[in-house]
């Protein structure tokens, strides 16, 4: 327990760190691309669909696939 308190306590100052020297690099408003959401979109439409699907095979399946 004391190994990791150890560790997280040496966590902060790193993270503070990191954060100091993004913010000397200058100023980021993390503006993003329209690009990124329509990729992103798409990806999380994707996988909602393709779960679903499976999610439709398994309902539609289920008593057959009870004996495997």
Do not use: H
């Amino acid at each position: 327990m004391r190994k990791l308190a150890v560790r997280l306590s040496a966590t902060g100052p790193w993270l503070r760190d990191r954060i100091d020297r993004g913010r000397a690099r200058g100023s980021d408003r993390g503006d993003i691309s329209i690009t990124t959401v329509i990729i992103w979109v798409a990806a999380v439409a994707g996988a909602l669909l393709i779960g679903g699907t499976i999610t439709v095979v398994v309902v539609k399946y289920n008593g057959m696939l009870s004996g495997i």
